[in-house]
Antibody, heavy 122, light 108 residues
Framework: QLQLHESGPGLVKPSETLSLTCTVS??????????WGWVRQPPGKGLEWIGS???????YYNPSLKSRVAMSVHTSTNQFSLRLSSVTAADTAVYFC??????????????WGQGTLVTVSS | SYVLTQPPSVSVAPGQTARITCGGN??????VHWYQQRPGQAPVLVVF???DRPSGIPERFSGSNSGNTATLTISGVEAADEADYYC???????????FGTGTKVTVL
């Protein structure tokens, strides 16, 4: 079955760029009905939508993060990536990657990775 | 930005019905998704498009939506239902998803 797995540094210094990759297995990232997204959760807090990307490259970003976020998709390796620049302690969170299953009316997140904790600290 | 408000906590006895609300301006006109998140785990989609259930989700989970409130109902609550629950909608004014504030369901 479809599986997603996040990978990347668990510790990032303030003002630097956070980089994460999500590897998709058990299915192709190049599927017309799917978008691929990132969600984060600060320790003890709720979920925050970061953004999503289509295999063709179109993106949707949370307006509150848009100036610092960049997503990309790598069809040859069945992966997609997140870059968040100029990080501060407020960006410390568990970062989840997920699949969005899109119908004509909506795109719920129907498969999730297990999440990876990224701590911003010097 | 669109704001979704949920009660911080709901307590329910086993076998009873839990109702989790999600308040938002005219939310009754949009699709709402609900996620269950057990401690230390990733969220799981339990209801999408207001009232549809993904494969493998028990019929005990149901959803409704009207006016300014969407509701997730868990009938015949079991101990395994103890978790945080989040609603989610697409904000069409700024083209991004918004999550609710989250509700912790405690099974007494």
């Amino acid at each position: 079955q479809l599986q997603l797995h996040e990978s990347g540094p668990g510790l990032v210094k303030p003002s630097e760029t956070l980089s994460l990759t999500c590897t998709v297995s058990g299915g192709s990232i190049s599927t017309r009905s799917h978008y691929w997204g990132w969600v984060r959760q600060p320790p003890g807090k709720g979920l925050e939508w970061i953004g999503s990307i289509y295999y063709g490259g179109s993106t949707y970003y949370n307006p509150s993060l848009k100036s610092r976020v960049a997503m990309s998709v790598h069809t040859s390796t069945n992966q997609f990536s997140l870059r968040l620049s100029s990080v501060t302690a407020a960006d410390t969170a568990v970062y989840f990657c997920a699949r969005l299953y899109c119908s004509s009316t909506s795109c719920p997140l129907d498969h999730w990775g297990q999440g990876t904790l990224v701590t911003v600290s010097s | 930005s669109y704001v979704l408000t949920q009660p911080p906590s709901v307590s329910v006895a086993p076998g009873q019905t839990a109702r989790i609300t999600c308040g938002g301006n005219n939310i009754g006109g949009v699709n709402v998704h609900w996620y269950q998140q057990r401690p230390g785990q990733a969220p799981v989609l339990v209801v999408f498009d207001v009232s549809d259930r993904p494969s493998g989700i028990p019929e005990r989970f149901s959803g409704s939506n009207s006016g300014n409130t969407a509701t997730l109902t868990i009938s015949g609550v079991e101990a395994a239902d103890e978790a945080d629950y989040y609603c989610q909608v697409w904000d069409t004014t700024s083209d991004h998803y918004v999550f609710g504030t989250g509700t912790k369901v405690t099974v007494l």
